[in-house]
């Protein structure tokens, strides 16, 4: 028996049969007598404190017995055998992923007399060599959490280290918070998992995508290794995140957090020079309802199917200040006034006229402008209507050079919504079926600005930035014989993230003096375009949007035979990473330095902002600043579906022996080279203005090649956007224990 289980399940690993990871536990162990001898047929049952959830197990010859995919939470044991006492287990608990080993010792006598067990030491991981740290229940519940964020839970366990920045772990801080070092290995190479169901966003950035409301959670584990053949597809940890079901009594909570400025303490900054604590509003509160699902005639307590309910609402509402300070011209330079420019010492500065240089012994040499000011006829209009939209400074600064740091915003606050739900609903039907489906979704809205101009045109910084995610997982466990079980799950999560300036959209060009004729050449949107005059604050912003669609597919058979529990399945995985963003479409750029020497006479005019200001002689505005004109970049990785990893049977060899002999497997078709998508092709500036030449669009970069057999013939390199090239010389690729990634980088330069 034993080589036929073996060979049965290297023949399953070598058809490339997978087995899924699995968030459930498992009871195992062996029925014995007295004198140590195996029981067999005895009838074992293990039922939910919860919801009274029965699951039914039979010991074989050799008096082992096991009971799968039970869910997280509190059970009873009871054992019965011909001649013998009834034995009863209470206060069993199991957590996310545990095997748990319970050996049943039976006395001797009738079944109408039992034997009661009600406390005992904790169980002891004895039926696997995987390392799994577990958060319970109770921590979850009371333990002192910042932002009521569970995945912070993880920095409690040995082994594991947060690497991501302490002032970002809210619920929403999805970057941040995934940035976790487990037993030494690589930041954000760990595996995400709710409820069994992936949970990773943002393709090879790999951050967490969805965070659940905490009084939802039941249990946090992370697998700190992985011994286990069932666990894959990570360079670090497993992550393991189970939510809560519905119980045979109705419970509701509800909660609220907040934050105020008398309740703040004040900052480092402030208290040294004497300021007032800034302001701060927070708001976290919320709702969970819990119970039976009753309806009349159809799901009622003593019926045949039972079902269960949980639904849990969060809202989370922050005003947090940026102390906000900007520079921009004043109000005369914007006119060509520059009498009050001064140095950080207070040194008048002069200016010089840049078309009047003439050589003097080899050297150019400049008039300046007279009483420090550039005629009107001098200005650009481009220049002129772009001034027209920066904000008014409000202040001057002490120790800088005249109108710098001159728009102070100290009470400005950014703005946080969000709001989190989840719906679970759990059936059990009979004895035989077990059910659920559960549905979560939240959206972050951040409206922050970061150069003085909220929600107006010009505008940059976030508003908004948003995160969106929804989620959806539904399975379904069938016990088909005592020893035969069948599991399918399948998932969906879609992670969206874009940041924009919603003041920008739909703004009319025209109003800064630009032509039709380049206009017309610009692809769509535009927005405002963006205006970086170094020194200064910038005017304008494009829009990002990263989106990644995670489709989950997974199938298992468990089968028990004797002292072996062989496991097999498939675990099929396929992930949309989608990019769209537009860039800076209209991008004036000066990055010259500044200094005082820069203004000396016999000296090129560096001053930044007096080479925005004048007029040339082209009177056109591709002229004066380098206009790089890049149309939006789409890049559509699809990667294809993927097929990981593994088949295992674990054998029980007496109380103090256990092997799990398995194998994994990937298969993986072959992926097509990504090209990026063009709205439109690349167009030069109006060519009646003798204008700077504008740098070529940016190619798409070399894929590097991870392996020499995975390049496309020719003949499919020169087929066009996201067409997948046909597989060369096999249909699949097979690889077994390796692990790749690809990226591709758009880097766009900018002309000098």
């Known amino acids: 028996m034993k080589s036929l289980s073996y060979g049965l399940a290297l023949c399953i690993a070598s058809t490339g049969a997978l087995w899924s990871q699995e968030f459930r536990a498992t009871i195992s162990g062996r029925v014995l007598d007295a004198s140590g001898s195996a029981v067999p047929n005895a009838k074992i049952q293990a039922v939910s ?29 009871t054992v019965t055998a011909n001649g013998f006492k009834t034995f009863n287990r209470e206060n069993i608990t199991l957590t996310v992923g545990q095997s748990a080993g319970i050996d049943v010792n039976l006395e001797v006598g009738a079944l109408t007399e039992s034997v009661n067990v009600t406390a005992e030491a904790a169980l002891l991981e004895t039926q696997t060599a995987s390392r799994i740290a577990v958060i319970s229940t109770k921590q979850v519940s009371e333990l002192p959490l910042n932002s009521r964020n569970p995945f912070m839970l993880g920095a409690m366990m040995s082994g594991v280290t947060f690497r991501g920045a302490a002032i970002w772990q809210r619920p929403f801080d999805n970057g941040a918070i995934a940035q976790w070092s487990v037993n030494g290995g690589r930041e954000s190479n760990n595996e995400f998992l709710m409820d069994g169901a992936p949970n990773n966003g943002q393709g090879g950035n790999n951050n967490i995508a969805y965070v659940p409301i905490v009084d939802a959670v039941q249990e946090f584990s992370i697998q700190q290794n ?12 497993v992550f393991n995140v189970v939510l809560k079901s519905g119980t045979n009594d109705f419970h509701a909570t509800g909660w609220e957090f907040l934050r105020r400025k008398f309740l703040d303490a004040n900052t480092f900054q402030n208290n040294s020079v004497g300021a007032a604590r800034p302001g701060h509003r927070l708001d976290q509160y919320g709702f969970q309802l819990e119970g039976p699902l009753l309806i009349p005639k159809l799901l009622t307590r003593e019926s045949k199917v039972r079902g ?19 520079s921009y011209p004043a109000a005369e330079m914007r006119n060509g006034d520059f009498s009050k420019l001064t140095a950080a010492n207070g040194q008048p500065v002069t200016i010089y006229n840049p078309y009047s240089a003439q050589l003097v012994n080899g050297d150019p040499v400049r008039s300046p402008f007279p009483n420090n000011q550039i005629p009107a006829s001098m200005i650009h209009p481009v220049a002129k209507a772009v001034t027209g939209f920066m904000p008014t400074p409000n202040a001057v600064t002490a120790g800088q050079r005249y109108s710098v740091q001159n728009l102070l915003n100290p009470e400005y606050p950014a703005v946080d919504n969000f709001y989190n739900l989840i719906l679970k609903f759990d059936f059990n039907i009979g004895e035989k079926h077990r059910a659920y489906f559960r549905h979560a979704s939240n959206d972050r809205t951040e409206d922050r600005s970061v150069n003085g101009l909220d929600n107006l045109p010009g505008t940059d910084g976030q508003q908004p930035f948003q ?8 399975d379904w466990v069938w016990t088909i014989t005592p020893t035969t079980l069948f599991n399918v799950r399948a998932s969906s999560n879609r992670f969206i993230e874009k940041g924009f300036g919603r003041a920008n959209e739909n703004f009319d060009m025209t109003k800064l003096g630009l032509p039709n004729s380049l206009l017309s050449q610009l692809p769509s949107p535009v927005y405002f375009g963006r205006w970086d005059i170094n020194g200064y604050s910038s005017l304008g912003r494009g829009q990002s949007i990263n989106i990644t669609n995670n489709y989950n597919l997974m199938a298992s058979m468990t089968k028990i035979v004797g002292s072996h529990n062989m496991k097999f399945g498939i675990d099929w995985r396929r992930i949309h990473f989608i990019q769209q963003n537009t860039g800076n479409i209209l991008l004036l750029h000066r990055p010259d330095a500044v200094d005082a020497a820069a203004l000396e006479p016999g000296r090129a005019d560096r001053r930044r902002w007096l080479r925005f200001l004048p007029d040339r002689r082209c009177q056109r505005l591709a002229e004066l600043p380098a206009v790089p004109v890049l149309p939006p970049v789409v890049l559509r990785p699809l990667l294809p579906g993927r097929l990981e990893g593994d088949a295992q049977a674990d054998d029980q060899h007496g109380p103090a022996l256990g092997l799990q002999p398995g194998r994994r497997r990937k298969v993986q078709p072959h992926q097509p080279r990504l090209q990026p998508e063009r709205h439109q092709p690349h167009r030069q500036p109006d060519p009646g203005c003798h204008a700077r030449p504008v740098s070529e669009p940016p190619q798409p970069p070399r894929r590097s090649r991870i392996r020499r057999r995975q390049r496309q013939p020719a003949h499919h390199r020169r087929q066009g956007h996201e067409q997948l090239a046909a597989p060369h010389r096999r249909g699949l690729l097979h690889q077994r224990q390796t692990r790749g990634s690809r990226r591709l980088r758009l880097v766009l330069h900018e002309p000098q």
């Open 49 to 77: 404190v919860a919801t009274t959830e029965t699951s039914n197990a039979t010991s074989d010859a050799s008096g082992v017995y096991t009971i799968p995919f039970l869910r997280p939470g509190g059970y009873k044991l």
């Open 226 to 237: 992985s011994y286990d053949a069932q666990y894959g597809k990570t360079g670090g940890g």
């Open 308 to 326: 269960f309910f949980l639904g849990s609402f969060e809202n989370y509402y922050e005003l947090w200040p940026q102390f906000l300070r900007n």
């Open 467 to 474: 995160r969106i995610n929804d989620a959806y997982v539904a």
